[in-house]
């Protein structure tokens, strides 16, 4: 009885180290913001290789990104939000980078044309011809 008890703690010991393990690794986030530091979004990046994610440079560092994470960037930019790369490690995060001009684009990933085109046209939202929210966005597009 005292050897299986033994056993059983040994072998739970291990899974609860091998599982610290895993979780120790850090995540990346890039969050979005307005000029006031007030939180908009973020989106988790990956520093390895995953099936339909692209290898992307975000300040100076190498990550692995969904089409739609780099569009959001892009579209986050454009409305003149401030783009930070955060790492956090399960305790704290830490800024790696807060410049705007650091974010890759579709057209920074090596992408053909076409597939260039072929994303920004899955990531269009539905068409609204004559929704008046179309409307109202289009008249304040110009504001930031």
């Known amino acids: 009885m005292k050897r299986s008890f033994a056993s059983l703690a040994i072998a739970s010991l291990t899974v609860v180290c091998s599982a610290t393990a895993v979780f120790a690794q850090n995540d990346f986030y890039i969050r979005s913001e307005y000029s006031n530091g007030e ?55 830490t800024i790696v980078c807060k410049d705007n001009d650091a974010f890759a684009t579709l057209d920074d990933l090596g992408l053909s044309e076409k597939e260039v085109a072929k994303i920004r046209a899955a990531n269009e939202p539905l068409d609204m011809k004559s929704s008046r929210l179309r409307t109202i966005r289009d008249a304040f597009k110009q504001y930031k």
Do not use: M
């Open 39 to 93: 939180f908009t979004g973020f989106h988790e990046i990956l520093t390895k290789p995953k099936d339909g994610y692209h290898q992307a440079s975000y300040c100076e560092r190498v990550f692995w990104v969904s089409a739609g994470t780099v569009i959001w960037t892009e579209e986050q930019n454009a409305a003149g939000r401030t783009l930070v790369l955060e790492e956090n490690d399960g305790k704290s995060r």
